[in-house]
T-cell receptor, first 114, second 114 residues
């Protein structure tokens, strides 16, 4: 079975500091994609960052970057210079089978404190 | 921008009622998905569809059915609502394109069954 684990149900960080959210997954697939999604309070879920499993280079999107360790099946998200608007639920997910199988983790609730 | 809309943000129904949740996307995506989101469990896939009139069971299809008569519209049906179906329901869509796999989410419907 394919699974995603996020071991930190809740985290907090001071504004302007850096925080890392952890994610591990288990799969027997070779071709897959990994994602971090953000769900702000009472708002729509949006994509933060994506990583192709066949790429060794870690993906970055402005203040968001990932540490992808394929052998360890680890995919952590680093948020630099945290902002109040980063307060949200963050979900790690991976997808396989040409986009028709999506597995989500349980989520990490991040609070950015002023 | 991709837009995924859901018919209701909040819905209250009584046990035993038939419930329809509707989802519409405007980007001509082939794939559409229904998830339920519960605290500590993340998103769990109920059903997905990769084409008109096609459907596949997800991880938790029991008590639900779906309908996809038009490409842009995907309906989730609770034949006889029960209290354990109280949850947040999220619809998503994605294109069937090589290298493009992220899902786009609707705002969600918070269903309460009393």
């Amino acid at each position: 079975a394919q699974t995603v684990t996020q071991s930190q149900p809740e985290m907090s960080v001071q504004e302007a500091e850096t925080v890392t959210l952890s994610c591990t997954y288990d799969t027997s697939e070779n071709n897959y994609y990994l994602f971090w999604y953000k769900q702000p309070p009472s708002r729509q879920m949006i994509l933060v960052i994506r990583q192709e499993a066949y790429k060794q280079q870690n993906a970055t999107e402005n203040r968001f970057s990932v540490n992808f360790q394929k052998a360890a099946k680890s995919f952590s998200l680093k948020i630099s210079d945290s902002q109040l608007g980063d307060t949200a639920m963050y979900f790690c997910a991976f997808i396989y089978n040409y986009g028709q199988n999506f597995v989500f983790g349980p989520g990490t609730r991040l609070s950015v404190l002023p | 921008d991709v837009k995924v809309t859901q018919s209701s943000r909040y819905l209250v129904k009584r046990t035993g009622e038939k419930v329809f949740l509707e989802c519409v996307q405007d980007m001509d995506h082939e794939n559409m998905f229904w998830y339920r989101q519960d605290p500590g469990l993340g998103l769990r896939l109920i059903y997905f569809s990769y084409d008109v009139k096609m459907k596949e069971k997800g991880d938790i299809p029991e008590g639900y059915s779906v309908s996809r008569e038009k490409k842009e519209r995907f309906s989730l049906i609770l034949e006889s609502a029960s209290t354990n179906q109280t949850s947040m329901y999220l619809c998503a869509s994605s294109p069937l394109l090589a290298g493009v796999h992220e899902q786009y989410f609707g705002p969600g419907t918070r269903l309460t069954v009393t």
